[in-house]
């Protein structure tokens, strides 16, 4: 994993927290890093399809498959280790570190798809342009994502935390947009000068 990519994901995230570059927070990351790498748990499944599922038969999916040839859903984690890890941290360090594992996630999900087959597109998830986030239980379920013990909470979130799942159109590149999101108005990441998917 290219450290340079990493470390620029992972301050994409502190900027929410107002947290800025520094030598401290820099050998945080370094080390969260090793911590990360050498307890891989990268755990995924993933299926190709040709025709969209039933719950995919409707605005944003149809526009975001638009002149696709297929795709894949997908569902990862990295297991509880990541959330295991954090209760040893004091409060900075767990907040770094929180960072530092979603930016590993998304990485080891951007490695996946260059594996998979040239010509996929971002990941889109459930709750993105105004798609109704619960949908991911479609998805989990589809690929059986209990058998990599993930589960849907009540609240809507997955467990464990560290944990994606999402859909790869194939043989399209679908421009990433804010125009019909729900959330629009109410960013946080809009407000800071950020865009969801550009994390």
Same mark, same amino acid.
């Given at each position: 994993m290219d450290y340079s990519v990493f470390k620029e994901r992972v301050y994409g995230y502190l900027s929410f927290a107002k947290i800025e570059e520094s030598d401290l927070t820099n050998r945080i990351i370094s080390e969260s890093l090793e911590k990360l790498s050498l307890s891989d748990s990268?755990? *995924?499944?993933?299926a190709e399809y040709a025709l969209?599922?039933?719950f995919m038969k409707k605005e944003p999916y149809a526009s975001f498959l638009s002149g696709a040839n297929g795709y894949f859903l997908v569902v990862s984690t990295l297991g509880d280790g990541a959330e295991n890890h954090k209760e040893t941290l !004091?409060?900075?360090?767990k907040l770094i570190f929180d960072a530092c594992a979603n930016a590993y996630?998304?990485?080891k999900n951007e490695e996946l798809r260059e594996s998979l087959c040239d010509n996929l597109s971002y990941l889109f998830c459930p709750g993105y342009q105004g798609s !109704?986030?619960?949908? /991911?239980? *479609? /998805?989990? !379920?589809?690929?059986k994502a209990y058998e990599l013990s993930i589960e849907l909470l009540p609240?809507?979130?997955m467990t464990p935390q560290k944990s994606m799942a999402g859909i790869y159109a194939k043989g399209a590149s679908p421009l990433k947009k804010c125009g019909n999101?729900?959330? /629009?108005n109410d960013c946080a990441y809009r407000k800071a000068g950020k865009l969801c998917f550009h994390l």
């Open positions: 990268f755990r *995924y499944r993933c969209p599922l039933e !004091d409060d900075r360090s996630l998304e990485l !109704d986030v619960s949908e /991911i239980k *479609y /998805i989990l !379920d589809e690929l609240s809507g979130m999101c729900l959330k /629009i």
